[in-house]
């Protein structure tokens, strides 16, 4: 019998060899641990009355609830269980799945191996015809002088022949409160399957929020996955799609709102491990104030991997003088047969557009706001619940109105 305790004290010696990041690796050049290497962390104690709390966003769905690490509540049937059960009758090769820190790439992401060395439980979830839509919310909340941590993990099966939707809250209770956040989500969609992926980032000023998504795909099958920015401290997403059979396709968007000293780093890999698959990348910024953001974009295509087509972008405007973006989309191909292209813009409002707009009478700040609003469309558009786009269109208009 496996236990996560086994799989905690594997990966602590993994980081134990591996240690952190320096700046001349290539995926944390632009990035800074300094600060956060020299905190302490504390555990609190969680009570469940403390989640009392009127959520931005509130769907008609099976919900998850998992509060400072702690699973609180989730759906009691045979789709979901929790990893430790999960365990207690597995076999080696699910057992081998959750060593996530054996990974080849495995230096590339010490968060990864930190949060398997440090996860108490986790979710596991089977989703089909009959089960098709969760939400789930990882809440943070801390009310004590010092940093708190948590980790939270989550793995998702998208089965075969399925059409899923899944909604991701990283949410914080107290926009002052001090955590650390640390998420590993895996997901597998499988032959003829698509999935429908929402991540809503509300964290806290104060918060360092890690997070580590993978997506593997079979034959036939679709993955649509939108992220977004709503508010910040310091944090890092990295996405790895792995196209593993023929015929699989994704999209992936972002779009991320940047103010006052908030730092947000977004890392997407995108890995065409087969012939005739398809992906696009769209990731889209507004940064203000004294922010600081990172995009870094890889599209790898391997020898064999025939008939490629891939799309990789990141737009960005810029509203202040001290605000900065470095976006660094990249493509590695070893195959001839493909069509691949990436682009980056940074840039400014559109004065000519501005002008068009106040001579017919329109203020500056709604001429800014028509603007910005024309900017962000193109990733909110297709939001499949009504609910959550109104969610999503309301705190973008928040955000202008600030």
């Known amino acids: 019998m496996f236990s996560i305790a086994d799989i905690n004290k594997q990966a602590q010696e993994k980081f134990n060899k591996v240690g952190y990041p320096s700046s001349k690796n290539e995926f944390w050049r632009y990035t800074s641990l300094k600060k956060f290497k020299s905190l302490d962390f504390i555990n609190i104690e969680n009570k469940e009355n ?8 509130n769907l008609d769905i099976p919900c998850i609830t998992i509060y400072n690490g702690k699973i609180i509540s989730y759906p009691k049937n045979k789709n979901c269980s929790l ?67 948590a980790f939270n993990k989550i793995i998702i099966n998208s089965e075969k022949d399925s059409n899923s939707c899944v909604y991701l809250h990283y949410v914080c209770l107290d926009n002052q409160s001090k ?24 964290e806290s000023s104060n918060s360092y929020s890690m997070n580590n998504i993978s997506i593997n795909q079979d034959s036939n099958s679709k993955v649509n996955s939108k992220s977004f920015y709503i508010n910040s401290g310091f944090i890092r997403t990295n996405i790895i799609n792995n196209l593993n059979k023929a ?51 890889l599209v790898n295509v391997p020898k064999d991997s025939n008939q490629i087509n891939s799309d990789q972008k990141n737009h960005n405007i810029i509203l202040s003088e001290n605000a900065k973006i470095n976006s660094n989309p990249k493509l590695k191909i070893s195959c001839d047969d493909v069509k691949c ?14 002008f068009y707009l106040r001579s017919r009478g329109i203020g500056l700040e709604k001429s800014k706001q ?33």
Do not use: W
Request: hydrophobic share 35%; proline share 1%.
């Open 50 to 57: 403390d989640i009392k709390h009127s959520f931005s966003f």
């Open 341 to 354: 292209a990436h682009g980056s813009t940074i840039g400014n409002l559109d004065e000519d557009a501005l």
């Open 247 to 297: 015929n699989a396709y994704s999209r992936l968007d972002g779009l991320f709102f940047a103010k006052e000293n908030e730092f947000i780093d977004n890392n997407i890999i995108v890995n065409h491990n087969s012939p005739h698959t398809f992906s696009n990348v769209l990731y889209k910024g507004i940064l203000d104030d004294n922010s600081n953001s990172i995009f870094n974009g």
């Open 179 to 202: 955590y650390y956040k640390n998420s590993n989500i895996d997901i597998n969609v499988k032959e003829n399957s698509s999935i429908s992926l929402y991540n809503v980032f509300d």
């Open 370 to 402: 028509i603007l910005l609003k024309s900017f962000v469309n193109e990733i909110t558009d297709g939001i499949e619940s009504s609910n959550f786009k109104n969610y999503i269109d309301n705190s973008i208009e928040s955000t202008f109105n600030e």
């Open 83 to 149: 990893l430790s059960d999960k365990l207690k009758d597995c076999d080696n090769i699910f057992f081998d799945s959750l060593l996530t820190h054996n990974r080849n790439d495995i230096e590339n992401n010490p968060f990864l191996i930190l949060n398997n060395a440090n996860f108490k439980n986790g979710v596991y979830l089977d989703l089909d015809k009959k089960f098709d839509k969760v939400q789930i919310r990882m809440i943070s909340d801390n009310k004590n002088k010092d940093y708190s941590s």
